[in-house]
């Protein structure tokens, strides 16, 4: 996947100070002190779309089916040109995606962030001394956005969600029900290892987190049900990563731990490996919490919208996340 290689090419860059007070890892608020949950999105709320990582391939046809899905809730989305730009591989330079983000955010009249095109590009924004303000806003995103939702809910501040402003109606509408704050329907996955454990939920991609372990926008886990999904990555690099958490110590007191959608080339097992879902069960599986497999989340369909920071129970005999 092309801009999947993206992931392994490092352009040199002068390192941007970090903000003051971002010196240490943030734990995260436990269930019940909770996040300040932004409002709902009603008709004529503004929803900002922005790039913050690589350049949009094939803006027209997404930006028309979401433009028209916005119409149909009565929301108002606005496409800066600067989301549509290109700076090398990205949809700009590093402060210019930073500043579009500020800009919106600053909005008090925006009620929500699209992120789109993904690839690779926010942790440098992070870099570039990016703080996510205190107000609470959506900011919609996965894969390379999982940076700026981690940051976010490191800062204690709530709104960010994991989702795809793609996909078919179905998807779409579990996302328009969120923004709307209303209940969500629990997911279905596959039990691995039994038991039953509550907290805050944390959803991302495991190869963007892993690159922000040992940064201050990589939240505590501890007490936290934790969801996990990636895309092109071969199953000794996820064994690699996952044991790099192992003993980074990020999983130590993790309430439970959640397996979405992991794909990759057959190509990359030979006879005799270990299959991807063996690496899954084998890393994960001995960390004596819940274990639940096969959510419908991350690359791929379906992507249901997951909200993090809030309350969530993962229940390891029948496979069920459900949302508090």
């Known amino acids: 996947m092309r801009r999947r290689a993206l992931l392994g090419l490092a352009a040199a860059a002068g390192l941007a100070p970090l903000p003051a007070g971002w010196a240490a890892q943030r734990r995260l608020p436990g269930p019940r002190a909770g996040l300040n949950v932004p409002p709902p999105l009603r008709p004529g709320s503004r929803i900002v779309a922005v790039a913050p990582g690589t350049w949009w391939e094939n803006p027209a046809d997404e930006l028309q089916l979401l433009q028209q899905r916005c119409q149909a809730e009565g929301w108002l989305l606005e496409v800066p040109r600067a989301t549509t730009g290109r700076w090398r591989w990205f949809s700009g330079t590093d402060a210019g995606r930073r500043r579009e983000l500020d800009r919106a ?54 709104g960010a969600v994991h989702a795809s402003t793609g996909g078919d109606p179905l998807q779409w509408q579990r996302l328009v029900r969120l923004l709307r704050r209303e209940p969500l329907d629990p997911l279905q996955g596959q039990g691995w290892v039994g038991g039953a454990a509550s907290g805050p939920l944390v959803v991302t991609n495991l190869t ?47 309430a439970a731990v959640g397996v979405g959608r992991f794909s990759w080339q057959q190509d990359d097992i030979l006879p005799g490996d270990f299959s991807l879902e063996e690496v899954l069960r084998e890393r994960l599986g001995s960390l004596g919490v819940p274990l639940v497999g096969r959510l419908p989340v991350g690359h791929g369909r379906p992507n249901l919208a997951l909200p993090l920071g809030v309350p969530a129970r993962l229940d390891g005999d029948s496979g069920v996340l459900t949302l508090l």
């Open 105 to 158: 955010w600053a909005d008090p009249t925006v009620g929500a962030i699209f992120c789109v095109a993904g690839g690779w590009g926010s942790a440098r924004i992070l870099e570039m001394g990016w703080r996510p303000p205190a107000r609470p806003l959506w900011l919609v995103g996965f894969s390379d956005t999982s940076a700026l939702l981690l940051a976010q809910l490191a800062a204690g501040t709530g």
């Open 208 to 254: 963007v987190a892993t690159a922000l372990i040992g940064t201050p926008w990589f939240p505590s886990l501890a007490g936290c049900v934790l969801v996990l999904e990636d895309v092109g990555e071969a199953p000794y690099r996820v064994d690699r990563m996952l044991t790099q958490w192992r003993t980074a110590g990020v999983l130590r007191g993790v």
